[in-house]
T-cell receptor, first 116, second 114 residues
Framework: DSGVTQTPKHLITATGQRVTLRCSPRSGDLSVYWYQQSLDQGLQFLIQYYNGEERAKGNILERFSAQQFPDLHSELNLSSLELGDSALYFC???????????????FGPGTRLTVL | AQTVTQSQPEMSVQEAETVTLSCTYDTSESNYYLFWYKQPPSRQMILVIRQEAYKQQNATENRFSVNFQKAAKSFSLKISDSQLGDTAMYFCAFMKRGGNQFYFGTGTSLTVIP
């Protein structure tokens, strides 16, 4: 158990709908990362938040958005869903020590999204 | 941009034998980290081993070791004394020093045969 929690575990919805995925980081971690894992693919970085502020953005579609709340949990919002959005969505968290060469990321169990 | 390539989509190994998973990468960065992650059927991403590019010595974690060839941009994972619990997807990943995102390969599905 990494200490990172994600809800829900599974989500089934229809095309055109909107869903929200939730992530609670490890206690003390200020950074949250979102990744998408499509079928037979590696994880693709979507976005990072640090202490409530967007820090980095990767291959995130305009239909997707995220935020990090004062209690440091994060939500990933996916709208106008398409069949191709079906994937595993992972959240990871890290302490993010300033100036550190490397901040280990701890992954949550993922949310499996199925768009029908 | 960084790219990570795993050219072996599937591999199998007999229990107690040794297997090597391949990974190549491309980057213009000089300081970076390389990783192998394991994803069992539970889907949890588990860090197996990490290598700092500035270290010449290959990283080792119990039955897992790497062969890091910086000039060739190659980073293979060797699993010794394979166990049934090693059955999983294995992802090679790259992160530049001070970076904040992983670049993952497409994975190798490893099956350990009893």
């Amino acid at each position: 158990d990494s200490g990172v929690t994600q809800t829900p575990k599974h989500l089934i919805t229809a095309t055109g709908q909107r869903v929200t995925l939730r992530c609670s980081p490890r206690s003390g971690d200020l950074s949250v990362y979102w990744y998408q894992q499509s079928l037979d693919q590696g994880l693709q970085f979507l976005i990072q938040y640090y202490n409530g502020e967007e820090r980095a953005k990767g291959n995130i579609l305009e239909r997707f958005s995220a935020q990090q709340f004062p209690d440091l949990h994060s939500e990933l919002n996916l709208s106008s869903l398409e069949l191709g959005d079906s994937a595993l969505y992972f959240c990871a968290s890290s302490v993010e020590v300033g100036g550190a060469w490397y901040n280990e990321q701890f992954f949550g169990p993922g949310t499996r999204l199925t768009v029908l | 941009a960084q790219t990570v390539t795993q050219s072996q989509p599937e591999m199998s190994v007999q229990e107690a034998e040794t297997v090597t998973l391949s990974c190549t990468y491309d980057t213009s960065e000089s300081n970076y980290y390389l990783f192998w992650y394991k994803q069992p059927p539970s889907r949890q991403m588990i860090l197996v081993i990490r290598q700092e590019a500035y270290k010449q010595q290959n990283a080792t974690e119990n039955r897992f070791s790497v062969n890091f060839q910086k000039a060739a941009k190659s980073f293979s994972l060797k699993i010794s004394d394979s166990q049934l619990g090693d059955t999983a997807m294995y992802f090679c990943a790259f992160m530049k020093r001070g970076g904040n995102q992983f670049y993952f390969g497409t994975g190798t599905s490893l099956t350990v045969i009893p």
